[in-house]
Every structure is written in structure tokens, then in C-alpha cells.
């Protein structure tokens, strides 16, 4: 059965950091392309960061660097490192997968998307 299993949100002060984690199960992750994305209140769904199967990284222009993906093969988890978290970043965070292609593109339909994690950012 393929799964994706997000952890590690939770509320921090602004200024904070977080660090997500993305497990697959029924695939591996380093075959495909891997998004984060979020959703906040009222707000449509975007996206955050990508990594595709060689590496390669990219980001929303919004996040000014703040955001760094990565990943481990040996767990099959993608994490994504949040630091200077702001309150603009609260929503929640769903990892995805596009079996489509194993390039990184935050403009494409992904195909298998976890059930997401809440991240507040509030003092």
C-alpha cells in the first residue's frame, strides 16, 4: 500500500523552528519527486519545496531561504527544516509524491499526498 505519514508540527513562537518528516511506505521516495506543500485558513493550497530523485531542490520565492529540504534514503523520509518561522507560515503541511516524473516541480499534479500536520505559529 503506498503511504505517506507526515509528522513534526506543532505551534512555535515566531522566530522558532520546526523540522517535518515525510515516511513513505510501498515505494521508494528517492525514485520519484517529493512536495511539500501547505495549505492556511481560507487560503488556497501551495507549494513549499520539492526534491527530485537526483537531488535537486527548489523552493517558493516566499520563503526568502528559510525552508531546506532533504532526505534520507535509508529511512525513506523527506524533511522539511522551518526556521525564522513567522505567523504567515501556519497551516497545514502535506508531503507529496508524483509518480509521474522523478523531477522536482511544484506546478504539476502530484499523485499520492499524506493526510498533513498542523504548524502554528503564534506567540
Known amino acids: 500500500q503506498l503511504q505517506l505519514v507526515e509528522s513534526g508540527g506543532g505551534l512555535v513562537q515566531p522566530g522558532g523552528s520546526l523540522r517535518l518528516s515525510c515516511a513513505a511506505s510501498?515505494?521508494?521516495?528517492?525514485?520519484?519527486?517529493i512536495g511539500w506543500f501547505r495549505q492556511a485558513p481560507g487560503k488556497e493550497r501551495e507549494g513549499v519545496s520539492c526534491?527530485?530523485?537526483?537531488?535537486?531542490?527548489a523552493y517558493a520565492d516566499s520563503l526568502k531561504g528559510r525552508f531546506t529540504i532533504s532526505r534520507d534514503n535509508g529511512k525513506n523520509t523527506v524533511y522539511l527544516q522551518m526556521n525564522s518561522l513567522e505567523p504567515e507560515d501556519t497551516g497545514v503541511y502535506y508531503c507529496?509524491?508524483?509518480?509521474?516524473?522523478?523531477?522536482?516541480?511544484?506546478?504539476?499534479?502530484?499523485?499520492?499526498w499524506g493526510q498533513g500536520t498542523q504548524v502554528t505559529v503564534s506567540s
Open positions: 510501498g515505494f521508494p521516495l528517492d525514485y520519484y519527486a
Open positions: 507529496a509524491a508524483n509518480f509521474a516524473s522523478n523531477w522536482c516541480n511544484l506546478g504539476v499534479p502530484y499523485d499520492s
Open positions: 526534491i527530485s530523485s537526483s537531488g535537486y531542490t
